[in-house]
């Protein structure tokens, strides 16, 4: 079994930042892409954003050009910046990684208010 740790959500208002953060144990290896997705009441899972052990990185139309996805390989922890949040960013992120299977994270709320 693989834990998966988040971090980094919270409240914010209209047009602040967040950072998210999502880390792996350090022992594991072969993680194919580690991402985001977001669930908001009431609505489907959705992908947020992904990035692969090549550093290919795709985004949710939604969210392209204010969220930045990154990591730390030696460290197997992946980063969520989001900036310009809008309300409608209101959700439970869910980390995941890849490997033979995937792990999820067990969620941090992101709550975008005035």
């Known amino acids: 079994q693989v834990q998966l740790v988040e971090s980094g959500g919270g409240l914010v208002q209209p047009g602040g930042s967040l950072r998210l953060s999502c880390a792996a144990p350090?022992?594991?290896?072969?993680?194919?892409?580690m991402g985001w997705y977001r669930q908001a009441p009431g609505k489907e899972r959705e992908l947020v954003a992904t990035?692969?052990?090549?550093?290919?990185?795709n985004y949710a139309d939604s969210v392209t050009g204010r969220f930045t996805i990154s990591r730390d390989s030696a460290k197997n922890t992946v980063y969520l910046q989001m900036n310009s949040l809008k309300p409608e960013d209101t959700a439970v992120y869910y980390c995941?990684?890849?490997?033979?299977?995937?792990?999820w994270g067990q969620g941090t709320q992101v709550t975008v208010s005035s």
């Open positions: 350090r022992n594991i290896f072969s993680i194919y892409a």
């Open positions: 990035i692969t052990s090549g550093d290919t990185t």
């Open positions: 995941y990684a890849k490997l033979i299977r995937t792990y």
